[in-house]
């Protein structure tokens, strides 16, 4: 199998929100068809790991759900896949995407509706316009820090994902 990597993350995708459970799915193998899935908090506390098992030292797709605990304290986190080494136990071909907890960020959290930014439209505007209250913007914010890197500045046409 030259050129894949022994672990590779299909779902999910860098940014994406993601429910409780956490599900993760990709292509892997480790030592003996075992490796490990973890999700962190932005903070770097540990929230959850599980183990992975496939069929021994072949590449196999995998699918895991990882139940988070309860809501996290923060709305970035990470998800990482890895192998544990067979010489020392140490950590070996690590995946790491980043996350957003969509539960961090309302909870319940039900998915996301998407709304293209109109000239005039602050965060704020939007906010009051789906959660009837302005000052829940940094919600908004947060989901979609893959784009924005300041709630102030939003542009007509960009596509944001609002919380529900």
Request: proline share 10%; charged share 15%.
């Amino acid at each position: 199998m030259a050129g894949l990597p022994p672990i590779s993350v299909r779902q999910p995708q860098p940014y994406d929100i993601v429910d409780d459970p956490v599900g993760v799915c990709g292509i892997g193998s480790g030592f003996e068809g075992q490796f490990a899935a973890r999700v962190r908090e932005g903070n770097g506390a540990e929230i959850v790991q599980i183990n992975v098992n496939g069929p021994g030292a072949v590449m196999f797709n995998y699918h895991a759900e990882l139940p988070l605990p309860g809501v996290p304290s923060t709305t970035r986190g990470t998800l990482e896949v890895f192998e544990f080494s067979a010489q020392d136990g140490s950590e070996i071909n690590k995946q790491v995407v980043p996350i957003i907890f969509g539960r961090a960020l309302i909870d319940p959290y039900a998915g996301f509706q998407q709304y293209t930014v109109q000239p005039g439209d602050t965060l704020s505007a939007i906010a009051q316009q789906f959660y009837g209250d302005s000052s829940l913007f940094p919600r908004i914010f947060e989901a979609n820090i893959n784009q924005l890197t300041d709630p102030n500045l939003i542009f007509p046409g960009q596509v944001l994902r609002i919380p529900l």
